[in-house]
């Protein structure tokens, strides 16, 4: 190492290899390195969630939360078929309606990851959105949904990110084998 400023907490090195073989003691001993990602989250799904402003469902209205759940829930089930094979719900020809109880169930028990207005009616609100078949129904959990379909729908092409990273905040891990 070349040189080092403790008043900046910045670290000049001769080479890359020197800074290299530093980073392990470096990694060690300050504390922007060693982040941890909070119980349940992949470092990455933590570190996109801050990037992406959160994924804080407060900010939205009654009805954009719910689209944002059942869609978190939707987009997840279609990972879980394509990167691992694991068919549930929609995908295992069943009715998704228990599926995405689970769901809701899984998120209720998270601390802090549901709006702080969340309750029974709101829940059983959530899920009659997302078992309303109607065409003009967006949400509805008989539909399944791709990533190009919510980049769409949202216009925004981050948003499959950000379902992604809600649906790893509510099931605890991120889809296995794949994201």
Sequence with gaps: MASNNATEQTARYCSVDCQKAHWQTHKRNCPKASYTAPAGMSPAGAMLDTLM????????????CY??????YRMRVEDDYNYTGDDHGLYAGEDPRPDFAHFLNLAEKRKDLLPKWWNKENRS????????????????????????DIQEHYKDNAMPMKLRVLAEKVYGERVQGGL
């Design 53 to 64: 402003g959160g994924s804080n469902l407060d900010t939205l209205t009654k009805k954009e």
């Design 125 to 148: 609100a959530c899920e009659a959105m997302g078992a309303n078949s109607s065409n003009d129904n967006w949400a509805n959990l008989s539909c399944a949904v791709e990533k190009h």
């Design 67 to 72: 689209i944002r759940l059942i869609d978190s």
